[in-house]
């Protein structure tokens, strides 16, 4: 049950990323469609991982089935990653802000 | 060009339930509690990142590094010239933050050390870290905190992290040692990297100009 | 259920983040956002993917996101202070240039920003990109390198001589190549004048007028006329649309008839 909101949620939040990617013009609103399409991809592995009535896979914690930890080991240092690439993405908007002076993609797209 | 978006995006939700739909009914597995036994810690999760699939985050800890090089190298020439103007301050932050920042760094600390027996690890340290660095950079001003924490050392010092961890991870890797102590050690050297990579990041937005 | 209710609550906060108009309003929401995520992690029982996202998808990157967008929407102006064209009242800064910059910034949809610095910084900082107008008198000077805006207020530089002894002028402003000793803002200048170490100086009619206003000279001196010139916006060099929307609305506040008003009274 959990995990099907958990996976809904995931092709809810992919969506509405791609969409904003799609149709914003301004370049910062499209990272942040890209940030919201990415935490819905994690959430996607992240809601596979749960079984029903399950306890986190620690030692110690309980009789009741474990999760699955292997999406969740994946998915771990895939978020801190995820906060790298943004840095980057936005060390790459100053810059091209400075040149251009717009960040609107249309006008970018204009004077090639 | 809306059609075609609303187009797209019908065939990727078609796509993500073929997906769901080929992992649904989800398969049993084996208690994972074997899995930790084995590698002499308690957290399962941190067995698999630090011990099954070590070769994967040893290159996940060079891509973070790589990252913040490259922040660095496209911020480089970006200085201010003028007068910096100061980050939104107010005296509640300054006051709060030299009481605040202690039992920030005691917390990452405790979240690296134990991430081998519950939740947490290196990762989640390293970035508490930085953000407890963030908050003092807030209160203090960011070019009087870069002078006092001596940042030309704290990126060698950030290099010499990775250099350890990859060092480590290649001992582990070959010789084939299953003690909790490596994971500490590992624990605590990617909390350091990546606590000294938020801070370049941190500081190199703060400090520069554009018009972003 | 607390699964379901944080799914809904998640959805519901990114539908909101994404159909901002402010970019500022969208990075909170999004904060927001992943703030709830982390919280529907734990509900999944993954204890360690909620902290990490917890500490990074609220703490480092809202603030990061913030930290690089502290100059969105911002409109910088370089001024150095002269009465009654921009200058600051106790809390309250005022003036003809500070209405005019006023309505054109609510124009544009920009937050106006003013950086008092002294008048010979004022072209660095528009080459360095730091700021993008300069305002506070700004007579034309030369070779700049700088865009002009129309002028906005005829004036004439003139030559005011209290006593025997050299001229002095403020630094960077156009008067500085007649006079012998350059000081750094105008403040300096009236007082070097009052304690007698320069027998007059070069400034605009303004300044002068502002000094008797204010009685920052002692008494009376002889006045020559040296040159008709005339205030104006000074607009950083790489700022082509800038200056173009800056000349249209000056255009249109000129038909309009509110700059001839504007001028009668704070000129008089």
Not at chain 2, 7 to 21: D, E, F, N, S, T
Not at chain 3, 183 to 194: F, P, S, T, V
Request: a negative charge.
């Amino acid at each position: 049950m959990e995990s099907l909101s958990g996976l809904a949620l995931a092709v809810a939040l992919a969506a509405l990323g791609l969409w904003t990617m799609v149709t914003r013009r301004n370049v910062l609103w499209k990272l942040l469609g890209l940030n919201v399409a990415s935490g819905g991809s994690i959430l996607f592995l992240v809601a596979l991982s749960h079984r029903s009535g399950a306890r986190p896979a620690i030692v110690g914690l309980g009789p009741s089935p474990a999760v699955d930890p292997l999406p969740q080991a994946l998915v771990l240092t895939a978020i801190v990653i995820h906060f790298a690439t943004l840095a980057l993405a936005l060390a790459l908007v100053i810059v091209l802000t400075e040149r251009r002076h717009t960040q609107d993609v249309k006008k970018l797209e204009e004077e090639g | 060009m809306k059609w075609i978006t609303a187009g797209v995006l019908l065939g990727l939700a078609a796509l993500l339930g073929l997906g769901i739909a080929g992992v649904w009914p989800r398969p049993e597995f084996p208690d994972p509690d074997p899995i930790a036994t084995e590698w002499d810690v308690e957290n399962a999760v941190a067995a698999i990142v630090l011990g099954v699939r070590l070769w994967d985050t040893l290159f996940e800890v060079l891509v973070y590094a790589l990252a913040m090089v490259g922040v660095r190298f496209f911020l480089s020439g970006m200085r201010w010239q003028g007068i910096l103007p100061p980050l939104a301050e107010t005296p509640l932050l300054r006051r709060s933050a030299d009481l605040l920042f202690g039992p920030i760094l005691v917390f990452a600390v405790y979240v690296a050390v134990s991430g081998h027996i519950g939740p947490g690890g290196g990762f989640p340290a390293g970035i508490i870290l930085g953000s407890g660095l963030l908050l003092l950079a807030l209160a203090k001003g960011v070019e009087h905190l870069s002078t006092e924490l001596y940042e030309p050392k704290l990126e060698g010092l950030e290099y010499v992290a990775v250099a350890a961890t990859l060092f480590l991870g290649a001992i582990v890797l070959i010789v084939g040692v299953r003690s909790s102590a490596a994971f500490v050690a590992g624990n605590l050297l990617v909390a350091l990297e990546v606590a000294i990579g938020a801070w370049v990041v941190v500081h190199r937005f703060a400090s520069a100009r554009g018009e972003v | 259920m607390t699964a379901v209710i944080l799914s809904a609550l998640a959805f519901g906060l990114a539908l909101f983040a994404l159909t901002q108009r402010r970019l500022l309003w969208g990075v909170l929401g999004v904060g927001a956002h992943s703030l709830t995520l982390a919280g529907l992690y734990l509900a999944l029982s993954a204890p360690d993917v909620a902290l990490t996202e917890a500490a990074v998808g609220f703490g480092l990157v809202t603030l990061t996101y913030l930290l690089a967008l502290r100059r969105t929407g911002k409109l910088v102006v370089a001024a150095c202070p002269l009465y009654p064209l921009l200058y600051q009242e106790g809390e309250r800064i005022t003036g003809l240039e500070w209405e005019i910059l006023e309505r054109f910034a609510r124009w544009c949809h920009r937050d106006l920003e003013i950086v008092w610095v002294p008048r010979r910084e004022i072209p660095r900082l528009l080459h360095a990109g730091e700021a993008h107008l300069g305002a506070g008198g700004f007579l034309p000077g030369p070779e700049e390198g700088v865009r002009f805006s129309r002028p906005l207020v005829p004036t004439k530089l003139v030559c005011l001589r209290l006593q025997e002894g050299p001229l002095g002028a403020v630094a960077g402003e156009p008067g500085q190549e007649l006079a012998t000793i350059a000081y750094e803002d105008a403040g300096e200048l009236a007082r070097a004048l009052l304690r007698g170490e320069i027998g007059g100086a070069v400034v605009d009619l303004l300044r002068q007028r502002e000094w008797q206003l204010h009685r920052l000279i002692s008494h009376e001196g002889s006045t020559a006329t040296l040159e008709e010139k005339g205030f104006a916006f000074a607009v950083a060099p790489d700022e082509e649309e800038l200056w173009k929307s800056l000349e249209e609305f000056l255009a249109a506040l000129e038909k309009a008839g509110v700059l001839e008003e504007l001028r009668r009274r704070y000129l008089g």
